[in-house]
Structure formats: structure tokens, C-alpha cells
């Protein structure tokens, strides 16, 4: 049996990655589902050009502000409900929750199951960004706990925090910055271990450090020095992550200042 491929990509624009050869990747990869983030784009930008990837259908949930945020799934399968948000309206207004449900009502040995992509806001701006992204936190946690009370799910995308000193390069004198803050790290180790999702791409690799890092800055010679941090994730209940057979960060082509991450899992929809 075909392994099922799930991707997570941040694009920092659709228009540029595409530029960038996004396109013809996923078709050469045989993906069956695809969270994207930070489309920076509205839904005129998508129609007749980016509506479907690789034979996959994309469903968006953009942000009010042109050219900001926005994220997306694109599928090969379809799904029994879309959910555009997640009720939250300050951060809804930003683009940043699409999830997809695979609910077969007449099977019973499948479990309600959802594929998110999210992304999580960045305070690395100002004070006042990181203060938002506090409150989405706060308020994100317990949306999870009540999620993942009625469904098996995967959520993917740019969490935006480094977990531990092991998925960021100079973790010593990023321990003020945002992304590695220690509050920031407690909400990671809160969702893991209180709340029991896992973090699949640990779970296979528990020992990856800069093979793993997922996004580089754009300042100094960051990627030419692998100066990289790991905040792009695969984060799945226990059920499904079990399930999870490889994982895979892309570099060998650049779309965006993060790498693809890729898993297969062995379980069909």
C-alpha cells in the first residue's frame, strides 16, 4: 500500500515560491495532502492560477489584510467538511486556520479525522506582535484540548517556536528572542505532554538537530551556514502519529525561507 504523503510548507507568497519552482516540485512528488502558509494573498490573487497544485484542490482561508498571512490545504481527496477558521476573531481576521475534515460516517472502523494548517503568529516585530501572539496561545490551547476530545487530527504548519536548545543553532543567545522564549517553549511542552499531541517528526528522528531546522533568516549567510531553526511542525494525536513511518525536510531547491517537511504515514482516508 501506497504510504499516505503529508506536507507542511511556509511559501512567505505563493507568487514567489511558484516563481521559485514550487509547481513542478509537487508534482514530482506525489503528495496527498499540503498545508501551506503565509500565502500573502487574496482569493482574486489564487483563482485561474493556484486553485489546484499537483492535482490537488486547495481550500484558503486568507487574511483581511492584502498581501499578509493567509494559509491553505490543498488535497487529492475530498473532504467531508471545511472548516475556514477557528473562531477566534481577532486571528481569524489574519488567515491562519484552515482544516479539513475526513469524516466517513458509514465506516466505523475510521476514527473522525481532520488535516489543519495553521500558522502561528510571530513576535519577533515589535512588543505588541508578541503580545498577540501570547493571546493566540492563551486561546489556542484549549481550542486543541476540545479538538482533540472528538477527533483524531494532524496539524501542520509554522508554530513558530523552537522547542529545545536542539532545534535552533545558537539557542544561547536566542533565549530572549521571540521563537525561543521561555514561555513560548512551556506552551510547546504544555501541548506535548499535557495535552498529548506528538511531535512526529521527534518521534522519528529524536536525535536530527541541523539536518531538522526548517527555516533560516534572510539576514548574514544564515543558509549558506545552516543557521536554522526547527519551527515548522507535524503535530498529531497519538492515534495517527503512530502511524507516521519517515520524515523528510527538503533542500535541495529554496521556494521560501523555510523547507517543505514532509511525512508518510501508513493509513489510508
Known sequence: MRLFRLVS?????????ANKGLLPWAESMQIDCMGVQELKAQAGDLEGRFEHIAGMAGHFHCAQKKGYSGVGLYTRHEPSEV??????????DEGRYVELRFDRPGRKDRPRFSIVSCYFPSGSSSEERQQAKFRFLAAFHPFLVALKAEREFILVGDVNIAHQPVDLKNWRSNQKNSGFLPEERAWMTRALDELGLVDVHRRLRPHDTGEAYTWWSNRGQAWANNVGWRIDYQLATPGVAAAARQVAVYKDQRFSDHAPLTVDYDFRL
Open 9 to 17: 510548507l511556509n511559501l512567505n507568497g505563493i507568487r514567489s515560491a
Open 83 to 92: 472548516r475556514i477558521g477557528w473562531g477566534h476573531p481577532e486571528f481569524d
